[in-house]
């Protein structure tokens, strides 16, 4: 293993256990909310219809997909990694432990936290990290959007 990608992997290790960074804060809005319900196919009324999700749900208007909160944490991702010259690739492994907990509506802003839960070497130059992820709403305090477990895996350089 390279010096640099073990001192990559060593202050990584020492992270284990904070918080690694926010995302800056996004918009749900409606056109977005349309646009992954026209890439998924999901078009419930409670995402697509603003008059008869105000007038047959308590959320007052539509609410995001709870996948299209999930899918935010992609990006957030981009946005809180700690970049370095020996990592070529930062792919996705899996999400465990998702659990919506509170509608996102119409117009929420969201952001993504993370947590760095572990890091552990993998073969053919890779590393996997283990993130603790929370999708929070502004102005809403009482609890998060989401929560899950992520598992990214790293591809170092040659």
């Given at each position: ?57 308590p ?24 970049a ?22 119409v ?9 760095l ?19 929070e ?22």
């Open positions: 293993m390279s010096d640099a990608r073990e001192a990559f992997l060593a202050a990584l290790r020492q992270r284990v256990g904070t918080r690694i960074g926010a995302s800056v804060w996004t918009t749900l809005d409606q056109a977005r909310i349309d646009g992954f319900a026209a890439a998924t196919g999901d078009h419930q009324f409670v995402h697509v219809d603003p008059v008869r999700a105000a007038a047959e749900t959320f007052g208007g539509t609410v995001a997909h709870g996948y299209l909160t999930l899918s935010i944490l992609g990006g957030a991702l981009g946005e809180v990694l700690p370095d010259p020996c990592v070529r690739a930062v792919l996705n492994l899996g999400a465990d432990k998702v659990r919506f907990l509170a509608p996102v509506r117009d929420a802003r969201v952001r993504g936290i993370f947590t839960n572990g890091v552990g070497a993998l073969p053919e130059n890779k590393a996997a990290l283990r993130l603790g992820a929370t999708v709403v502004a102005d809403d305090a009482t609890r998060p959007a989401l929560t899950a477990e992520l598992t990214l895996m790293l591809v170092f350089s040659d």
